[in-house]
C-alpha cells in the first residue's frame, strides 16, 4: 500500500508498507469531539488512537479538583499504545481539546500487529520515549517559567499538531492546559494581542505573529521537538 494512501499520522505513515498493510484493514477513521475521553486513568485500554487532526491532552486530575495537562498529542503520535501492549491502565486521562479525527484499531488487534512486527515494536517505543521526553519537560516548564513562555509554548505546539494558526480554544481552556487560574491567561492574552501577536474572541484564538511568538516561548518548545525528532524523525 502506497504511502500517500495513508492517514496524515506521523507513525502510520512511517511504518513499513507490508506492515501497514496488515494493519490497515484493522483501522477504522472516528472523529475526535471536544471534551471527549479518549481512555481513562486506571481504567484498561479498549482502543488505541492515531490522531490525524485535532489535539489529545493527557490529563492528571488532583485531589483538589483541578487537572493539569502533562503531554500534548496529535499527528505526530498515538494514544493508549504503551499500555494496551502491556494490558495496563493509563495513568492519565486522554481528553480531546481540539476536535479533529483519528484513525482507532482495537487494543488486541494493536497487540497482535506490534507481535508480529519488530519495526512496529520499535517505532511505538521511540515514540514512547518521546512522550516521555515532554511530559518530563512539561512538568519543568510548570515549574520554572513564566505565564508568558509556558502559553507561546503550549499555543506553538497545539499550531504544529493543527496546521493552523486559527485555534477553537477558550482561556478557560488554556489555563488548565498549563497549570494556571484562567485571570492569568487572560492577562497575557490581552498583552498579546495588544502587541499583534495574537487576536482572540470567545472559543477562538488565531495566531497572528509567528515570530513573535516563538519569542515569548521558552527553550521547552524547541527542546521537546528536537527529541521527538532525534528519536522517531523529523516530520515531512
Same mark, same amino acid.
Not at 494512501?5 to 498493510?21: D, V
Not at 482507532?104 to 519495526?119: G, N, P, Q, T
Not at 515514540?127 to 519543568?140: D, N
Given at each position: ?9 506521523? #507513525? ?5 508498507? +507490508?506492515? !501497514?498493510?496488515?494493519?490497515?484493514? #484493522?483501522? &477504522?477513521?472516528?472523529?475526535? +469531539? ?12 479498549? %482502543? ?16 483538589? @479538583?483541578?487537572? =493539569? ?9 498515538? $494514544?493508549?499504545? *504503551? ?17 479533529? *479525527?483519528?484513525?482507532? $484499531? %482495537? ?14 515494536? /520499535?517505532?511505538?517505543?521511540?515514540? &514512547? ?5 515532554? /511530559? ?6 510548570? =515549574? ?10 503550549? #499555543? ?6 493543527? @496546521?493552523? &494558526?486559527?485555534?477553537?480554544? +477558550? ?8 497549570? $494556571? %487560574? ?5 492577562? =497575557? ?11 482572540? *474572541? ?9 515570530? @513573535? ?7 521547552? !518548545? +524547541?527542546? =521537546?521537538?528536537?527529541?521527538? &525528532?532525534?528519536?522517531? @524523525?523529523?516530520?515531512?
Amino acid at each position: 500500500m502506497s504511502a500517500v494512501s495513508r492517514p496524515p499520522n506521523r #507513525l502510520l505513515q512511517a511504518l513499513p508498507s +507490508t506492515e !501497514y498493510a496488515q494493519l490497515h484493514p #484493522l483501522l &477504522e477513521t472516528i472523529d475526535l +469531539t471536544r471534551e471527549t475521553a479518549l481512555a481513562d486513568a486506571g481504567a484498561p485500554v479498549q %482502543r488505541v488512537y492515531f490522531p490525524h487532526s485535532g489535539v489529545v491532552s493527557m490529563m492528571i486530575n488532583l485531589s483538589d @479538583g483541578q487537572s =493539569v495537562e502533562i503531554a500534548t498529542i496529535g499527528r505526530d503520535g498515538v $494514544v493508549g499504545a *504503551s499500555a494496551a501492549l502491556h494490558e495496563r491502565p493509563l495513568l492519565a486521562d486522554a481528553i480531546v481539546v481540539v476536535p479533529g *479525527s483519528a484513525s482507532m $484499531v %482495537r487494543a488486541e488487534d494493536f497487540r497482535e500487529a506490534a507481535d508480529r512486527s519488530a519495526d512496529f515494536r /520499535t517505532l511505538v517505543a521511540l515514540y &514512547e520515549q518521546a512522550l516521555m521526553a515532554q /511530559t518530563q519537560q512539561s512538568v519543568a516548564c510548570n =515549574v520554572s517559567h513564566p505565564v508568558e513562555a509556558r502559553l507561546s509554548r503550549w #499555543l506553538l505546539r497545539a499550531r504544529d499538531l493543527c @496546521g493552523s &494558526e486559527a485555534l477553537p480554544l +477558550t482561556q478557560e481552556m488554556l489555563a488548565q492546559m498549563i497549570g $494556571v %487560574r484562567r485571570n492569568a491567561v487572560s492577562i =497575557v492574552a490581552h498583552g498579546f494581542q495588544q502587541a499583534g501577536i495574537l487576536r482572540y *474572541s470567545r472559543g477562538h484564538i488565531e495566531i497572528t505573529d509567528i515570530d @513573535g511568538l516563538r519569542k515569548a516561548a521558552c527553550e521547552c !518548545y +524547541t527542546t =521537546v521537538k528536537a527529541h521527538a &525528532e532525534q528519536l522517531i @524523525g523529523p516530520e515531512d
